[in-house]
């Protein structure tokens, strides 16, 4: 497999929008209403909203590609809204790690879990942090492989009138 990494920039818009929707969907559907999945799909990755966020210079959108077709993205963002205990380090938000379902379990996660990391580094931040919702077995297993740990805190993430629970991880870098 020839894998590369590239950042999303506006032009991708188009794909970054429909690879959202369709892993968002084959993630989570089943795990509340499809009226409540639709309007979700609608509200986080509708092309406007996906165009948006690829014009921020801060909201950083990668692509893992595969022979030049994109397989997954990753979305890092420095943004301490959502857990404002973070503030008393530098720390990065690992805001989306998905990856299409035909290429689970072929080692795409670690390349750009690995990617993230060390992006992290390169910029020094302290810490890479991350939300997952309870539920997410698998997910929840793969952070622990790549040395996630539970930091104890949680926030609500609703699916429309659905509620969820996500679990706050995090990893510290040494030194
Ligand atoms: C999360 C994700 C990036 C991980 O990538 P991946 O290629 O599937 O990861 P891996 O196969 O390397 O690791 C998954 C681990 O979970 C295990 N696993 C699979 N299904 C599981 C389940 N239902 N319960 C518990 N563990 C499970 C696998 O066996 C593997 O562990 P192992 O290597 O010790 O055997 C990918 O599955 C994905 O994109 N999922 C959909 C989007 C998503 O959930 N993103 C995260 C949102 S927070």
Same mark, same amino acid.
């Given at each position: ?74 979305? &890092? +963002?420095?943004?301490?809204? @959502? #857990?404002?205990?973070? $503030?008393?380090?530098?720390? /990065?938000? *690992? ?16 390349? &750009? +879990?690995?990617?993230?990391? @060390? #992006?992290?580094?390169? $910029?020094?931040?302290?810490? /890479?942090? *991350? ?45």
């Amino acid at each position: 497999m020839n894998t590369t990494i590239r950042r999303a920039t506006l032009k991708d818009a188009v794909v970054l929008s429909a690879l959202s929707k369709k892993t968002f969907y084959d993630t989570f559907t089943g795990t509340c209403t499809e009226d409540d999945m639709q309007q979700f799909l609608q509200a986080y990755f509708d092309l406007d909203i996906v165009k948006k966020e690829l014009a921020n210079e801060n909201d950083l959108y990668f692509f893992i590609e595969v022979d030049g077709v994109p397989a997954g993205y990753l979305r &890092l +963002m420095e943004d301490y809204s @959502n #857990f404002p205990l973070m $503030k008393q380090w530098k720390a /990065l938000e *690992l805001k989306r790690i998905y990856i299409d379902k035909l290429y689970h379990g072929k080692g795409l996660a670690q390349v &750009l +879990m690995t990617f993230a990391e @060390n #992006f992290a580094k390169e $910029k020094k931040f302290e810490v /890479l942090w *991350l939300g997952v919702w309870e539920h997410n077995n698998r997910a929840i297993r793969f952070y622990e492989k790549m040395g996630f740990k539970d930091s104890g805190h949680t926030h609500d993430f609703p699916i429309g009138n659905t509620p969820q629970r996500d679990n706050w991880l995090w990893k510290f870098f040494e030194g």
